[in-house]
Nanobody
Framework: QVQLVESGGGSSQAGGSLRLSCVAS????????MSWFRQAPGKERELVAG????????YYTDSVKGRFTISRDNAKNTVDLQMRNLKFEDTALYYC??????????????????WGKGTRVTVSS
């Protein structure tokens, strides 16, 4: 069993930055591709970004390209999401998720094997 714990959420004004972090325990972190999802109030959960097992390959949904950066440190069992130039529409509960199958590109939430409980991001306009 893999446990995922997110941190780093909070409030920001539009145009600001936040860095989310997710730490994993209970498994071999490098065996999992990692993704960040988010769910805004009244909306379905959506994929934000993904990173391959070795960290060399990344994916971003169109709405965050050029503003968000996903990265991982397999030595520290962490995956981060650096968010810049935040927009009001980035307001959501952000989750990290792990996929034992190694998928990192346009992954679906139902395919994820493990989830954190989420960290909230609120952006004021």
């Amino acid at each position: 069993q893999v446990q995922l714990v997110e941190s780093g959420g909070g409030s920001s004004q539009a145009g600001g930055s936040l860095r989310l972090s997710c730490v994993a325990s209970g498994g071999t972190f490098s065996e999992y591709a990692m993704s960040w999802f988010r769910q805004a109030p009244g909306k379905e959960r959506e994929l934000v970004a993904g990173v391959s097992r070795n960290g060399l390959y990344t994916y971003y949904t169109d709405s965050v390209k050029g503003r968000f950066t996903i990265s991982r440190d397999n030595a520290k069992n962490t995956v981060d999401l650096q968010m810049r130039n935040l927009k009001f529409e980035d307001t959501a509960l952000y989750y990290c998720a792990a996929d034992a199958g190694g998928a990192w590109y346009e992954v679906k939430d139902y395919a994820m094997d493990y989830w954190g409980k989420g960290t909230r991001v609120t952006v004021s306009s």
